[in-house]
């Protein structure tokens, strides 16, 4: 797709490396005169995985001197002006004088066309969806959840016939992704489970998450499981810590639904007695080797972790 291949040809400014005149180029590519002139500033880059290199070394051969001149290459805007047509506040911050005809003197000079060939890899999911997908499509799914290696889509109705061009684009485009999934149906049963496809990468959904420091391990298609309930836990586990510490008593945190052991586990390894219980036998067998991932079995030894699989409300009367 040519809008996901370009060739840009960046505008460049050739700086001396012993320039007396013009201000440092630290100074050019922090001042409010000059940024938004500068190749970072393009409306594609905030579009773009990779920064665009502004500064680059460049030796350029001077025949009539017969020298080599160490000089720097200021990418540019491909839209910037020539120096000569600068707005007269930017002429004057990088020290150009209207009356200065000599062109070998030590300053700053319009320099070459600098071609930079980009590829899809280079952009944003939401960036190549946006051109890749048909407009009536409009906006593009932009909704995931990441679990480990896993990145988990709930596509639209309407997206259904493009879902694996979208699982690629995913796929390629997201850092330490190596699987993308969508569910199909609803979450359901008694383990609170979904089935899924598998749009792109390895069918493997055996993830590992590290959270608050606690290394965790299961089966994604097993066991319930949301990324996006992290941030609660980590308000409860504060609440319990504030707890046990203001008033200098024993904390027992009884779970009736621990899953994986997310939260229990980072509580037990502030040393919270844990009572925990869940109805997936698959969940509580993940919560125990996780335990012996994060170290925690002489807790368990100890009579601190307690898990065990059963219906919540049985858990809760034995209690």
């Known amino acids: 797709h040519p809008d996901l291949n370009p060739t840009i040809p960046f505008k460049s400014w050739l700086f001396p490396i012993n320039n007396t005149r013009a201000p440092p180029i630290q100074a050019i590519l922090n001042s409010h005169h ?50 000569a047509d600068l707005p007269s506040t930017v002429r004057e911050f990088l020290a150009l ?21 980009f590829s899809h890899s280079d952009f944003t999911a939401a960036y190549q969806l946006d051109r890749l997908l048909p407009v009536e499509l409009h906006p593009p799914p932009s909704a995931f959840e990441t679990v480990g290696h896993v990145a988990h889509l709930n596509l639209r109705s309407i997206h259904l ?24 149906g609803e979450v359901t049963g008694p383990f609170r489970t979904y089935e899924f496809e598998v749009l792109a990468g390895r ?13 965790l391990k299961f089966d994604l298609s097993q066991v319930y499981w949301s990324s996006r309930l992290s941030e609660e836990r980590r308000r409860l586990l504060k609440e319990i810590l504030k707890d046990r510490d203001n008033n200098d008593r024993d904390i027992i945190l009884a779970d009736p639904f621990c899953g994986v052991g997310a939260l229990c586990l980072q509580a037990a390894s502030r040393g919270v007695r844990i009572l ?32 065990q699989t059963g219906d919540a409300y049985d858990f809760l009367m034995d209690m």
């Open 34 to 83: 000059t940024k938004p002139y500068l190749a970072g500033s393009i409306g594609l880059s905030e579009h773009l995985h990779r920064r665009v290199k502004v500064v680059r070394d460049w030796d350029h051969l001077r025949p009539e001197e017969d020298i080599t001149l160490n000089q720097k290459l200021i990418l540019l805007d491909p839209d910037t002006p020539a120096l």
């Open 97 to 117: 004088n209207d009356d200065d005809d000599d062109e070998s003197s030590l300053s700053i000079q319009d320099g070459p066309l600098i071609p930079i060939q």
């Open 203 to 215: 069918p493997d959904l055996n993830v590992e998450v590290i959270e608050s420091g606690i290394q």
């Open 161 to 184: 016939p493009y879902k694996k061009l979208i699982g690629q684009v995913l796929l390629e485009t997201l850092p330490n992704i190596e699987t993308v999934i969508h569910k199909v």
């Open 276 to 307: 925990a219980n869940d109805w997936n036998p698959n969940a509580t067998a993940a919560f125990l080797n996780n335990m012996k991932l994060n170290n925690l079995e002489s807790s368990s030894s100890r009579g601190r972790i307690s898990v």
